[in-house]
């Protein structure tokens, strides 16, 4: 079993910053990447950033050049740095986990994300 806890969320203006951050327990070992997801009201959930076990990393093209994926190992946790937001980044903003073994993910609870213009 995995734990995926997020925080860092909010309400900022258009151009601002926030990070995001996901802290995961449990069997961290099993995983083999770790992501942000967004979901916005009406729309499907759809993949924001990933890292993965060799660090290897990839983002949505929506995101490129503004957002940032980090882990910090000893901590067990992964960071989305987000700047120059746009309100169309509103969103609640998942940290997932996925466990190639069983194709299986895990996610967090999620933490709102607000643009305003």
């Known amino acids: 079993q995995v734990q995926l806890v997020e925080s860092g969320g909010g309400l900022v203006q258009a151009g601002g910053s926030l990070r995001l951050s996901c802290a995961a327990s449990?069997?961290?070992?099993?995983?083999?990447?770790m992501g942000w997801f967004r979901q916005a009201p009406g729309k499907q959930r759809e993949l924001v950033a990933r890292i993965a076990r060799d660090d290897k990393t990839n983002y949505s093209d929506s995101v490129k050049g503004r957002f940032t994926i980090s882990r910090d190992n000893a901590k067990n946790t992964v960071y989305l740095q987000m700047n120059s937001l746009k309100p169309e980044d509103t969103a609640v903003y998942f940290c997932?986990?996925?466990?190639?073994?069983?194709?299986?993910?895990?996610w967090g609870q999620g933490t709102q994300v607000t643009v305003s213009s």
């Open positions: 449990g069997s961290i070992g099993s995983i083999d990447a």
């Open positions: 997932n986990g996925y466990i190639g073994l069983v194709n299986y993910n895990y």
